[in-house]
Nanobody
Framework: QVQLVESGGGLVQAGGSLRLSCAAS????????MGWYRQAPGKQRELVAI???????NYADSVKGRFTISRDNTKNTVYLQMNSLKPEDTAVYYC???????????????WGKGTLVTVSS
């Protein structure tokens, strides 16, 4: 059993900041890439940021310079620091991880249940 549990969402005014966390727990040998996605009402889920096990990062153009993804490999946890938030950042944010589990030789894709971020104007 593997779980990804997100925390840190909430309501913030435009220009404010939030920090999301996502911890992976359960039967895990190693964690490959971890990332954050978001889905706004009426829109498709989109990639926000991703970080490899080695620390390489990639961001959606819409969040570059405002959001920072990081991870703590000792805790199997990924973070998303969100600054200068805009109303258009309002969405449910989902954590994603590619995990190696006992008995498997390839990565398995897991998702958290999501945390709501609401940015008021």
């Amino acid at each position: 059993q593997v779980q990804l549990v997100e925390s840190g969402g909430g309501l913030v005014q435009a220009g404010g900041s939030l920090r999301l966390s996502c911890a992976a727990s359960g039967s895990i040998l190693s964690v490959n890439a971890m990332g954050w996605y978001r889905q706004a009402p009426g829109k498709q889920r989109e990639l926000v940021a991703i970080i490899t096990s080695g620390g390489s990062t990639n961001y959606a153009d819409s969040v570059k310079g405002r959001f920072t993804i990081s991870r703590d490999n000792t805790k199997n946890t990924v973070y998303l620091q969100m600054n200068s938030l805009k109303p258009e950042d309002t969405a449910v944010y989902y954590c994603n991880a590619d995990l190696i589990r006992p008995g498997y030789y390839y990565g398995l894709d897991y998702w958290g249940k999501g945390t709501l971020v609401t940015v008021s104007s």
